[in-house]
T-cell receptor, first 116, second 113 residues
Framework: DQQVKQNSPSLSVQEGRISILNCDYT??????FLWYKKYPAEGPTFLIS?????DKNEDGRFTVFLNKSAKHLSLHIVPSQPGDSAVYFCAAAEMYSGGGADGLTFGKGTHLIIQP | DVKVTQSSRYLVKRTGEKVFLECVQDMDHENMFWYRQDPGLGLRLIYF???????EKGDIPEGYSVSREKKERFSLILESASTNQTSMYLCASSLPGKAAEAFFGQGTRLTVV
């Protein structure tokens, strides 16, 4: 059973507009959420994260929103640029108090295409 | 900058061969991970290690084993490669408590023929 879901395999957005990528999760033990960006033939790179004690985190053009009651998070990119075209993975983790963690659970990814 | 280096970008191996995928990180990270990425399936965790000589199974460990003899190096082993193990393999590392903010290598595209 998939614990992290990205229901849109692809998303096309015009340059300059806002891109909104969505992610849902089912495991209520998840308390840390991240977005990774991946270009073809490269490893994913960390983009932005949010702890479950917050509902918003902003970094430049990127903002992540977390709605714990709905078990939903979203990534907003504004304004969208051609270099933002990539696959975006939502990921979640349980951050134990002992400092260990058993890896990330990823969604299947959303391919964002920014059109000129 | 954290650097996670995977020994090969592309590999082609024959069915039944024993395959070693090597990963080295230079930031003294305790945690290391192996994922595979497949179209429509995202990234799935194969094995991880939180210390030298320690290993834990991830979500899809069947057909794989790992070795962590030194802190900086984490090897993924395919004992007898099969065509369904054709995939992009990604290694990652992180600090304890920061396992979520993992740094990834560039990936190894393995084709088993």
């Amino acid at each position: 059973d998939q614990q992290v879901k990205q229901n849109s395999p692809s998303l096309s957005v015009q340059e300059g507009r806002i891109s909104i990528l969505n992610c849902d999760y089912t495991n209520s033990m998840f308390d840390y959420f991240l977005w990774y960006k991946k270009y073809p033939a490269e490893g994913p790179t960390f983009l932005i994260s949010i702890s479950s004690i917050k509902d918003k985190n902003e970094d430049g053009r990127f903002t992540v929103f977390l709605n714990k009651s709905a078990k939903h998070l979203s990534l907003h990119i504004v304004p969208s640029q051609p270099g933002d075209s990539a696959v975006y993975f939502c990921a979640a983790a349980e951050m134990y108090s002992g400092g260990g963690a058993d890896g990330l659970t990823f969604g299947k990814g959303t391919h964002l295409i920014i059109q000129p | 900058d954290v650097k996670v280096t995977q020994s090969s970008r592309y590999l082609v191996k024959r069915t039944g061969e024993k395959v070693f995928l090597e990963c080295v990180q230079d930031m003294d990270h305790e945690n290391m991970f192996w994922y595979r990425q497949d179209p429509g399936l995202g990234l799935r965790l194969i094995y991880f290690s939180y210390d030298v000589k320690m290993k834990e199974k991830g979500d899809i460990p069947e057909g794989y084993s790992v070795s962590r003899e030194k802190k900086e190096r984490f090897s993924l082993i395919l004992e007898s490669a099969s065509t369904n193990q054709t995939s992009m393999y990604l290694c990652a590392s992180s600090l304890p408590g920061k396992a979520a903010e993992a740094f990834f290598g560039q990936g190894t595209r393995l084709t088993v023929v």
